[in-house]
C-alpha cells in the first residue's frame, strides 16, 4: 500500500512539473521587445529535489525507487548544516572525515523539446565529485573539481515530452586527485548541491558552452581601449550536431545600457556535419557611444549572438562586457583606463555559518554590495573559483576582482596538478568576458608562483594578470615569472626589490587600527599598487594540526560578521573610500579602554559629551596612518555614560554629524532582515537571514548583552534548523543574533518574531515573489534593434566617412536621399536660393571627411523634409561645416521643427564654443545640430535651419537619424 501512495504522489508530482516545465518554455514568448525567441530554454531545477544523506537501502538511481520518505529541499543545498562552531569537532584542518560524506539527489521533470533538439543538465557547482543518472541510466562522472560549472548532455537519456527521472549523486569524501585535498586547508570542504542546476535545449545548431575547449562559447576581448572609442573583438563558435551541414548565419548585435543597438555584426558560412564553427567578429564603439567600465562608472554592453539555419533563428546567447584597460607602469603603480589607482579590499570565502557553501544568488549580490558600499574596489577570491553572481555583481557595481583555482598550502602529484589545470581552464573560460576580473591567481598560496600555473592561465588569457599568490616566509621574494608579486604581511616583512606588489594579505582588527597600519604603508610605494585585508567577513576554519595555532572555529577579526554585519572597521572603510560627508563614532566593541574612536572624511572632528565639547581635532597625527587620505580620530575620553556627539567639520562648518548614547541595559529587541531590496523568492531557493539585535531604551545596540534569542515564525516560511545545531535558540554576537529563513512553495507574507526572557519581542515581516523558472525570461532585457542611418553629403569625389552612406550629388533640382534601413524613408533638402554641391576638400579633425565636403546656399534656410518615415520618436543630429576656405563658418543657427507635435523652435546651442576654422575640426565633431523629432508614420516631417548671420553660407555635411524607444 506504502509503494502504491508513493506511486501516486510521483505521478501527481509529474504532472505538475509538466505543467511548470512547460509554463516556463511557452513564457519565452513573453519576452520583451525585440529580445530573440529561439529553440532555446533555459529552466531553472532549483526546487522540488528530495534527498537522502548517505548510503541508501536499495538502487536510489532506479526508476522505481521509493524516495517518499526522503527530505524535500531546494538547491543550493548543504549535506549538512553545521553549528556556529563547527560541531566543536576534533578534526585537524586536513578534514579527511568531518563532512566528508555524500548525499543522493533526485528529481523528475518533464523535457518539453522536440526529438531532434539537444538537452543538457547544467550545474554551477557541485562538491566534489559528481554522478549522474537520468532515466536509470549511467550518463557520466564529473571529477574535477566541487568548485567549478560543468555540463552533462542527456539528449540520448531523456523521454521528451514525458517524465524523467534525473538522479544525482554529490559526493565529498576525501579525494586524493582533487585540490584542495589531500592537504590541510584554512577553509571547510563542504558539501552539496550546492549552487544552481538548470536544464538547457538547444537546436542542434547552437552555442557551445564557454568552458568546453579554449574556442567555445562566446570570449570577448576588447584589444583597444582609448579614452573616447573602444575596439571590441568577439570569437562565437557555434557547433552543427547535425548529420547534414548547415548554412549558418550569425547576427551580433552590440547593445547599449539603455538597451539600444549600437552596432550589428553579420556573417555567414556553411558548417559541416558534427563540426564547429569559430565566427571571429570585430567592431568598435566611439564618441556618445562609447562609456568606459571602471569602479567610479561600471558601465556595461550586451553581446546579444543569433544563431540562424538559413534565415531561421535557432539559438541565442547573450553575454555582457566592458571597455576598460589597464597595465603596470613604473612610478605610477597600477593604472586603469589611463588614471593611477590603488586598490583597497578584503579576500572573501563564500560560506556562511550553518549552510557552509549553500549561499543564494541574493546574498552574494549584497556581499558584493556591502563592499561597495564600503567604498572597496577590489575583492580577492580567497581560494578557489566562486558563484557566477558574485562575479556579476562585481561587474555591475564596479569592483576589481582577483580569482584563484581551488589550492591552499601543499600540492600533489601529476593526476592532482592535471585536474587542477582543468579547474583553472574551466574557471578562466568561464569568467573570461567579466570586466571585473583583472588578476588570475597563478601560484599556491604561501609558496609562490607556480609555473604550470602561470603558463596555463596566460595561454588561456594572455590579457589579464597574473599573481603569485606568495609569503615572506616560503618561496622566491618578487613575482618570479608571474606579472605581480602577490604577498601575505601580518609583520611589517619587507617590500620586494624590483617587482610590482600588492599584499593580498594584510592584518585586520574590528576597531581598524590593523588595517590603517598595512594600507597607510603599501600606499607609501608606488611599486604597491594594493592592500587587500584578512578578510570580508568572519569565517568557519578547522583546527590546525599543530601546536603553534591556537584558534576558534570562526574567525572574529574580519570587516563583517560571518552573518555579514558590519563592524566598526568597516565604517573606517567608509570614511577613507566614500567621496560623501561621512562622520562615525565606533560602537563600544571599539571605543572603549579610555578612547573614543571616530572615523570621518572630514578635515576636522568636534566631539562633545552631553553637549560639552571634549575636543575639535585633526586626524590622528601617527605615522603608521601618515599615507592615509582619511586616518581616524582618536579622542582620549573615559566614556562612562550619557551621549556623544561628533560633528564633521570643513573649514570650521559643520558638514554632518553622529550621535551614539552609552549602552545601557538591555530593554527590547528590534528584528530586520539581511536583504530588503531585492525580490525574496518562494520555493526554498533563496533564503533570508533575520538579525535580532538587542538594544536598550534609545535604541542602542548592547553589545556586550549575553542573551539567547529564540526565534518563532508565521506565516508563509520556515526557519532553517533541523534541531542539532544549536541555531535556534541562537546566540548573540556583538549584540545580534541571526537565523536564516527560507519561503514555502506558495508566495505570501513571513513574520519573524524574536523572545528572550526580560525584553520587549521583536517582529519583522517580510513578503515573497513567485519563483520563476524560465531564466532567459527572467534574465532578458529589452532590445531596441532600430536601423542607425548615417549619411554623408558630398559632390563628387567626396571623401566618405568610414561606415556611412554616400549621399553624393550635383544637381540642385530633386535632391533626395532615401534609406530601406527605414522602409520607403525620404528625405529632401530644399531651398529659395540654388544649392551648391562641394566635394574633395582637405579637413582634418574629428570626422574630418564629413566636414570635408557637403552641400550649401547662399540663402538663409535649408528645409529637410522626411517623408514615409514610421511612428515614433526619434532623433536626428546634422552637420554643418563650411567645407570652403574662403566661407565663412556658419555657427548661429535657428532651427524650426515640425512634426506630429506640432512646431516648436529653437536656436542651436549643442556647441558652447564656436568654430572659427575651415580646414580643421580639432578634437571636436564638426559644428551639429541634435533635435528629437516624432513621427505619426503619416505625416512628412519639416526641419528648417536658418542662418542668423547672414552674410554666410548655410551648410549641410551629413546626417545620423536613429530611433528612440517611447
Known amino acids: 500500500m506504502e509503494k502504491k501512495i508513493s506511486i501516486h504522489i510521483l505521478k501527481t508530482i509529474v504532472l505538475f512539473l509538466s505543467i511548470s516545465v512547460t509554463s516556463a518554455i511557452a513564457q519565452n514568448n513573453e519576452l520583451p521587445e525585440g529580445y530573440p525567441i529561439t529553440d532555446r530554454t533555459k529552466t531553472n531545477l532549483n526546487v522540488g529535489w528530495k534527498f537522502h544523506l548517505g548510503e541508501v537501502s536499495g538502487t536510489p538511481e532506479a526508476i522505481d525507487f521509493d524516495d517518499s520518505k526522503w527530505e524535500k529541499v531546494s538547491v543550493p543545498h548543504t549535506l549538512q548544516l553545521v553549528s556556529y562552531e563547527m560541531d566543536s569537532i576534533g578534526e585537524s584542518w586536513v578534514q579527511k572525515k568531518y563532512l566528508r560524506d555524500f548525499g543522493w539527489y533526485r528529481k523528475t521533470i518533464v523535457v518539453k523539446a522536440k526529438p531532434s533538439e539537444k538537452v543538457f543538465l547544467e550545474f554551477e557547482g557541485v562538491h566534489n565529485v559528481t554522478e549522474l543518472w537520468v532515466n536509470g541510466k549511467k550518463v557520466g562522472t564529473h571529477e574535477i573539481n566541487g568548485y567549478i560549472p560543468f555540463h552533462f548532455d542527456i539528449s540520448n537519456y531523456v523521454k521528451f515530452n514525458q517524465a524523467n527521472l534525473i538522479v544525482v549523486k554529490a559526493d565529498n569524501r576525501f579525494n586524493e586527485t582533487i585540490s584542495p585535498d589531500p592537504h590541510r586547508s584554512d577553509y571547510v570542504k563542504f558539501g552539496g548541491l550546492y549552487r544552481d542546476v538548470y536544464l538547457v535545449t538547444t537546436n542542434k545548431l547552437h552555442v557551445s558552452y564557454n568552458w568546453e575547449k579554449f574556442d567555445a562559447g562566446v570570449h570577448i576581448t576588447t584589444p583597444t581601449v582609448n579614452k573616447r572609442n573602444g575596439t571590441v573583438s568577439i570569437k562565437t563558435t557555434v557547433t552543427n550536431e547535425n548529420s547534414t551541414p548547415k548554412k549558418c548565419k550569425i547576427e551580433t548585435r552590440i547593445i547599449n545600457a539603455k538597451g539600444y543597438v549600437l552596432k550589428k555584426i553579420t556573417q555567414s558560412i556553411n558548417i559541416a556535419p558534427n563540426s564547429d564553427y569559430t565566427f571571429r567578429q570585430t567592431s568598435g564603439l566611439e564618441d556618445e557611444d562609447f562609456r568606459l567600465w571602471s569602479p567610479d562608472t561600471p558601465y556595461l554592453y550586451r553581446v546579444n549572438s543569433v544563431i540562424y539555419d538559413e534565415e531561421k533563428a535557432v539559438d541565442f546567447v547573450e553575454n555582457s562586457f566592458g571597455f576598460r584597460t589597464f597595465k603596470l607602469v613604473k612610478g605610477k603603480g597600477f593604472v586603469l583606463n589611463g588614471e593611477p589607482i590603488f586598490l583597497i579590499g578584503v579576500n572573501r570565502h563564500q560560506n556562511y555559518p550553518n549552510i557552509g557553501d549553500a549561499v543564494p544568488n541574493s546574498f552574494h549580490y549584497n556581499e558584493a554590495l556591502q563592499y561597495k558600499k564600503a567604498g572597496m574596489n577590489i575583492i580577492r577570491l580567497s581560494h578557489y573559483t566562486q558563484d557566477d553572481a558574485f562575479i556579476k555583481a562585481c561587474d555591475e557595481l564596479g569592483v576589481l576582482v582577483y580569482e584563484e583555482p581551488p589550492t591552499w598550502i601543499e ?55 597574473t599573481a603569485s599568490a606568495s609569503s615572506p616566509w616560503n618561496g622566491i621574494l618578487n613575482a618570479g615569472i608571474t606579472d605581480v608579486y602577490a604577498t601575505m604581511d601580518y609583520r611589517r616583512t619587507e617590500f620586494t626589490e624590483s617587482d610590482f606588489e600588492m599584499v593580498m594579505e594584510h592584518g585586520s582588527s574590528p576597531n581598524a587600527e590593523v588595517n590603517q597600519f598595512h594600507i597607510s604603508r603599501y600606499k607609501g610605494s608606488k611599486q604597491n599598487i594594493a592592500a587587500i585585508a584578512w578578510l570580508g567577513a568572519d569565517y568557519n576554519h578547522l583546527l590546525p594540526n599543530d601546536d603553534r595555532w591556537t584558534r576558534d572555529y570562526m574567525t572574529n577579526y574580519a570587516v563583517l560578521s560571518s552573518y555579514r554585519v558590519p563592524k566598526p572597521v568597516y565604517y573606517w572603510y567608509q570614511s577613507e573610500l566614500i567621496k560623501s560627508p561621512i ?271 557637403g552641400l550649401y546656399t547662399k540663402d538663409e534656410k535649408l528645409i529637410l523634409e522626411i517623408s514615409n518615415l514610421k511612428k515614433g520618436n526619434y532623433c536626428i543630429e546634422t552637420y554643418h561645416h563650411a567645407a570652403k576656405k574662403n566661407t565663412k563658418i556658419t555657427n548661429e543657427i535657428e532651427v524650426v521643427i515640425t512634426d506630429a507635435n506640432g512646431k516648436m523652435i529653437k536656436k542651436a546651442d549643442d556647441h558652447i564654443v564656436a568654430y572659427y576654422n575651415n580646414e580643421t575640426t580639432g578634437e571636436r565633431k564638426p559644428l551639429f545640430i541634435r533635435s528629437n523629432i516624432s513621427s505619426d508614420g503619416k505625416t512628412p516631417i519639416n526641419l528648417e535651419f536658418k542662418n542668423l548671420k547672414k552674410d554666410r553660407d548655410l551648410w549641410l555635411n551629413g546626417l545620423v537619424l536613429k530611433q528612440r524607444s517611447n
Open 411 to 465: 600540492w600533489g602529484d601529476d593526476v592532482w596538478f592535471s585536474k587542477l589545470e582543468s579547474a583553472t581552464r574551466t574557471m578562466i573560460r568561464n569568467h573570461r568576458n567579466h570586466p571585473s576580473i583583472i588578476f588570475w591567481g597563478a601560484g599556491i598560496n604561501h609558496r609562490g608562483p607556480v609555473p604550470r600555473m602561470q603558463y596555463v592561465a596566460k595561454e588561456e588569457d594572455p590579457f589579464r594578470l
Open 583 to 853: 562622520v562615525h563614532i565606533a560602537d563600544e566593541t571599539a571605543s572603549k579602554n579610555g578612547k573614543v574612536r571616530v572615523y570621518s572624511n572630514c578635515q576636522e572632528v568636534a566631539l562633545y559629551h552631553n553637549r560639552k565639547l571634549i575636543g575639535i581635532q585633526k586626524p590622528d597625527n601617527d605615522i603608521t596612518k601618515v599615507n592615509l587620505d582619511h586616518p581616524s580620530y582618536t579622542f582620549l575620553f573615559n566614556w562612562k555614560e550619557g551621549t556623544l556627539r561628533a560633528e564633521g567639520l570643513n573649514n570650521g562648518q559643520k558638514i554632518t554629524e553622529h550621535i551614539r548614547k552609552k549602552e545601557g541595559k538591555p530593554h527590547h529587541i528590534e528584528v530586520n532582515y539581511n536583504i530588503n531590496d531585492q525580490p525574496f523568492y518562494a520555493g526554498g531557493s533563496d533564503i533570508r537571514l533575520a538579525h535580532a539585535y538587542v538594544v536598550d531604551k534609545n535604541g542602542e545596540v548592547v553589545t556586550s548583552a549575553t542573551h539567547n534569542i529564540q526565534f518563532t515564525i508565521s506565516g508563509d516560511g520556515n526557519i532553517i534548523d533541523n534541531g542539532k545545531i544549536n541555531a535556534n535558540p541562537a546566540r548573540l554576537y556583538n549584540g545580534v543574533a541571526s537565523i536564516y529563513i527560507k519561503a514555502n512553495d506558495t508566495p505570501g507574507s513571513i513574520t519573524v518574531t524574536a523572545k528572550s526572557k526580560g525584553l520587549q519581542n521583536g517582529s519583522a515581516t517580510i513578503s515573497t515573489s513567485k519563483f520563476n523558472p524560465n531564466e532567459i525570461q527572467k534574465n532578458a532585457k529589452p532590445i531596441f534593434d532600430y536601423p542607425i542611418v548615417k549619411a554623408d553629403i558630398g559632390g563628387e569625389k567626396q571623401l566618405v566617412q568610414h561606415e556611412w552612406l554616400p549621399w553624393t550629388g550635383k544637381s540642385d533640382k530633386d535632391i533626395i536621399f532615401k534609406s530601406k534601413l527605414y522602409g520607403e524613408l525620404e528625405i529632401k533638402v530644399n531651398s529659395n536660393d540654388s544649392i551648391k554641391w562641394h566635394g574633395n576638400s582637405s579637413v582634418s579633425g574629428e570626422l574630418g571627411f564629413i566636414a570635408s565636403d
